[in-house]
Nanobody
């Protein structure tokens, strides 16, 4: 059974930074990538960034490109999302998930293990 646990969320002013962490254990590493998704109230869950295990490939949504950076520490089974220049529209619950990399936009159906999420709130 796979398990993913997110941490690092919080409240920050616009322009600030946060680093989210995702601890992976169990069968999650039978997948080939770890991704971050987010869901704002009343909106659909959307993919933010993903990284292949081993780190050869990454993919970012256009809305975060240049501001967010995904990275991993495979020895610690950790994946990080460094979020800079945060905007109020980045406010959402952020989830990490393990799945299969498709060289394009993140698709929920490609991810089969999910964490419970960590809240990010950006005030203007």
């Amino acid at each position: 059974q796979g398990q993913l646990v997110e941490s690092g969320g919080g409240s920050v002013q616009a322009g600030g930074s946060l680093r989210l962490s995702c601890a992976a254990s169990g069968d999650t590493y039978s997948s080939n990538c770890i991704g971050w998704f987010r869901q704002a109230p009343g909106k659909e869950r959307e993919g933010v960034a993903t990284i292949t295990i081993g780190g050869s490939y990454t993919y970012y949504a256009d809305s975060v490109k240049g501001r967010f950076t995904i990275s991993q520490d495979k020895a610690k089974n950790m994946v990080y999302l460094q979020m800079n220049s945060l905007k109020p529209e980045d406010t959402a619950m952020y989830y990490c998930a393990a799945g299969w990399f498709n060289y394009g936009p993140l698709r929920i159906k490609d991810y089969n293990y999910w964490g419970k999420g960590t809240q990010v709130t950006v005030s203007s």
